[in-house]
């Protein structure tokens, strides 16, 4: 296993320069190879490639629109677009990628799914998917991300899942991960691991990546037959990253158009008081992976807040690290106050109620309108819908 202190940047599948890599104990070793020799055959074969269309245009609900935002960008002196995975079945993203693994878990003649989950829009995902290719699921969540997500413990129940509460530690996104991954290491033959975002050991960030990546290829599409132009800006929210990653890649070629990922700023830059791991954090390892980090000096994990509960976790998916590191894709924060706000915002001006998560990305534009010339193109990845976050929005 090549380590980071070898120094420089690594090469190879599984590495973006020096992050990245597989750093897991020697029991996911073998399930992690035979992982990636089945989704690389897959990725390959007609068949799985076609199946995976079908089932984007036939169940998940793709291609998402591209809505203009004119009332939001008139305040702004911006034309702003939105990427409208909102629209998704499940209601965010996340299913883009279910849809893929669990595929693949067939192909792989697997039994049974498990996933984590923190917001629960990855539970839910992974549960339609499983429940469609008649595959038992189990979800791991924490106990604090159970009571502020409520209504999606009871969708993933409906649709047949079984949540098991993890009361460890923080009770959030990383006590799962770490539970999903125990679970796995014991009973990797029959089991396959739905990994939620473009994080974890190799080939799950890759993996994760490609099967996102239609976001992005789409709007590509979308936006030079609206505009004519490719846009000035793409911006999306940051949690593990997969969002993100799936608009940026098709337009990592493109080096006029700037790449920005928002992460959360929670209440301040505090230890514990955010999940801002660009701007407190340093390269460790989590869950596998070699990546940016908030940890303290002796790298012991620091706790994180947000207030949505998908950007709620301590690391922040590898690639993201090596494209800050080359300066290709910039990364900010959004406090929870802002977030809140444009969400609020959103709604008054489009009549389109963002997920919280997504409601980073809108803040973060609203504060740096003075960035763009007039008329500027502006993106946005509006990664979910925000029905599950009423409870937080109008207490
Ligand atoms: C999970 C989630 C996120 C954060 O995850 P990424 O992997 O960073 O995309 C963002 N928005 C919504 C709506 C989510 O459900």
Redesign the pocket.
Known sequence: MKTPSSGGAQHGPGWFGPFGGRFVPETLIEPLRELEAAYDAARRDPKFKAELKHELATFVGRPTPLTFAGRLGEKLGLRVWLKR??LTHT????INNTVGQILLARRMGKKRVIAET?????GVATAAAAARAGLPCVVYMGTDDMARQAPNVARMRMMGATVVAVDAGSRTLKDATSEALRAWSSDSRETFYVL????GPHPYPTM?RDF?TVIGLEARAQILKEEGRLPREII???????????IFTAFLKDRAVRLTGVEAGGTGPGPGRHAARFAGGAPGVLHGTYTYLLQDKNGQVLPTHSI????D?PAV?PEHAELRRIGRAKYVHASDKDALAAAHELCRLEGIL?????AHAIAYLIRAKRRFKKNDIVLVNL???GDKDLGTLCP
């Open positions: 995975e909102d209601g965010a993203h996340k923190g917001a629960g829009q990855h939620g975002s473009a994080l994760v996102q999306a929210c940051v949690g593990g990253g997969s969002n993100a990653i799936g949505s509960a998908g950007l976790y998916g963002p997920a919280l998560e997504s990664s979910g819908r």
